[in-house]
Structures are given as structure tokens and as C-alpha cells.
């Protein structure tokens, strides 16, 4: 199969992250990696220069390389089959705004070559890749400062069949009264932990940092366990009806994974579910690599 390159763009909350994808055999030109930090909430106009910054910086990278599609991973809501930002709360200032028509603008790359999908969708199918596509039913999920999960079949995001929740997304699936995310977000763990202790924290570092120091480790350790088992009773239903061969996890919480891991193995396993669990530190590489597939 003959080289065939494409950029593979991670535009999220704090950033813009995008390389250069050979097709070929979906592998990365590391040479190529480009990010600029950007806020979401910034103008249009302070967004579009920032992400023109880094497309023009990351294919001049590519050298005489042709670049022939652009896929690209952004935050729902979004028209993902015409291209045009959604959003009232993330990327406020695009709302309306054809972006497939802008990004064509700063590449050249033909609109018709510009395709996009969720960041949680290319996560999955980043993630199926990375791990040598054998598995025929994937969920793949990010936790963090939100809560992304997609179900790939045969490399395929899916977003109806058996065990696919509405638009293959759990963020909003009803769990206690409320919804999942309430549980297995960053701001889960920061109101815990301020109800345990007092202390106001951002984002799970600092608590791993005071357990490290020996400092609240009981009260953190507990606090992890209810975590686990928060997100595996969300997951076992879908891992159960999807017949998932692997649950892929990734997103900054990933980071402290040695925190809840076991716990979520050991409660599936004694729930009798056969999965085998993995996590993908490295997250914006494969939603680099899962939004490059769809050129492919």
C-alpha cells in the first residue's frame, strides 16, 4: 500500500493538538506533533489564529509530503456530518460558524476531505488501533474533566445496537438519581474530598500528592474505592450486553490509575465479566490517530 498522509487533529478545551498520519499503517511522523494551547472560551478570532498557527506549523513539518484529508476529534455538540460548531458552553464564540470551511481555508486540504467526529469516538478508534485491532467489541472511556465513552465494532464507532446507550454516549446515563458524570468526573472527587477533609482541591493530583506524604491516606484510599465502584456498576450493564472483549481507559485521570484499576477488575471479575481492562496514558495520541482514520 502506497504512503498516503493525512492530519489527525485533537482540538479540545486547552489546546489544539495535531500530526501527520502515514494510512499506510496508521503510523505517526513524531517529527510532525503540533500543539498550541488555546481556551475555549477565548474570541473566534483568537481561536482561528491559534489553530491556524498550528495546522500551517505541523505541515510545513511534513515537508514535500502531500497531505490528502484532515480528520478531526472535537467536543459535542457539534454537526459533525456538515461541519458547524454547535456548542453554548464549549467554543461559544464558533457557534455557527462552518468549520470545515475555516480549516479548509488554513490547510488548502478540499472541504470534502475534512472529516470529523467526537474526541471520545476518536479516542475509541485510536485506542482499537493502538492495540492491534483483534478485538471485535471495544468501549473505550476518558475520565477527567467530563466523562467520554465510545463503543467500536470492527474498528466502527457505533452509536446504536445491543448494549450501545442512546448516541453511544454515557455522560448522561441516569445513575442514582442523577447522571454518571456526577460520579466519575474530576469534580466528583474534588467535592468529596472537600466533604471528607475540607480542603478545596482542583483536579485528583493533589490528592494523590497529600497520599504520597502520607497525609489523609485513609480517607483518599476510600474515597477511590468509591470511585471504582461507582464506574464499574455504570459499566457492567453495557460490558455485559455490548459483549465488550476490552474496555480501553483513558483521559488525565489515567494518571493515578494504580489508585482504582484493581478495584474495578476485582468487582467485575466478581460479577463474572470476562473483560480484559487497559489504559492508554498517552490519550491525545490515539485521538490523533482515531480521528486520521476516518480518511482511511
Known amino acids: 500500500m502506497k504512503n498516503q498522509y493525512v492530519l489527525g ?41 491559534a489553530w491556524n498557527q498550528a495546522l500551517k506549523a505541523c505541515i510545513e513539518k511534513a515537508g514535500n509530503r502531500a497531505i490528502e484529508g484532515i480528520g478531526v476529534a472535537i467536543p459535542s455538540p457539534f454537526d459533525f456530518t456538515a461541519g458547524i460548531a454547535m456548542a453554548d458552553h464549549k467554543f461559544a464564540s464558533l457557534k455557527g460558524m462552518n ?27 485510536g485506542a482499537w488501533r493502538v492495540n492491534g485491532s483483534g478485538d471485535s467489541h471495544l468501549i473505550g472511556v476518558t475520565l477527567g474533566t467530563g466523562f ?20 453511544g454516549e454515557l455522560w448522561n ?23 471528607v477533609t475540607g480542603i478545596k482541591i482542583t483536579g485528583v493530583k493533589p490528592m494523590v500528592d497529600y497520599f504520597h506524604q502520607g497525609q489523609y491516606t485513609v480517607a483518599i484510599k476510600a474515597i477511590f474505592d468509591q470511585f471504582a465502584r461507582s464506574f464499574a456498576e455504570i459499566m457492567l450493564p453495557f460490558l455485559v450486553k455490548f459483549r465488550a472483549d476490552m474496555l480501553v481507559i483513558g483521559g488525565g485521570m489515567v494518571l493515578s490509575e494504580e489508585f482504582f484499576i484493581p478495584q474495578i477488575k476485582q468487582y467485575l471479575s466478581e460479577q463474572g ?20 482514520a476516518l480518511s482511511a
Open 9 to 49: 487533529v485533537d482540538i479540545g478545551g486547552s489546546h489544539i493538538a495535531c500530526q501527520v498520519v502515514d494510512l499506510a499503517e496508521f503510523h505517526t511522523l513524531e517529527e510532525t506533533y503540533t500543539e498550541v494551547k488555546v481556551a475555549e472560551s477565548e474570541s473566534a478570532q483568537h481561536i482561528l489564529d
Open 99 to 125: 468549520i470545515r470551511n475555516e480549516l479548509s481555508k488554513i490547510t488548502g486540504v478540499d472541504p470534502l476531505l475534512i472529516r470529523f467526529t467526537n474526541d471520545a469516538a476518536a479516542f475509541g478508534m
Open 148 to 167: 467520554g465513552a465510545c463503543f467500536i465494532v470492527d474498528g466502527c464507532y457505533a452509536t446504536y445496537g445491543p448494549g450501545v446507550p442512546i448516541g
Open 173 to 195: 446515563y441516569p445513575f442514582r438519581g442523577q447522571i454518571a458524570e456526577d460520579f466519575v468526573s474530576t469534580r466528583w472527587f474534588e467535592q468529596r474530598f472537600a466533604e
Open 273 to 292: 465479566v470476562n473483560v480484559t481492562i487497559c489504559t492508554q496514558p498517552d490519550t491525545t495520541a490515539s485521538i490523533i490517530i482515531g480521528a486520521a
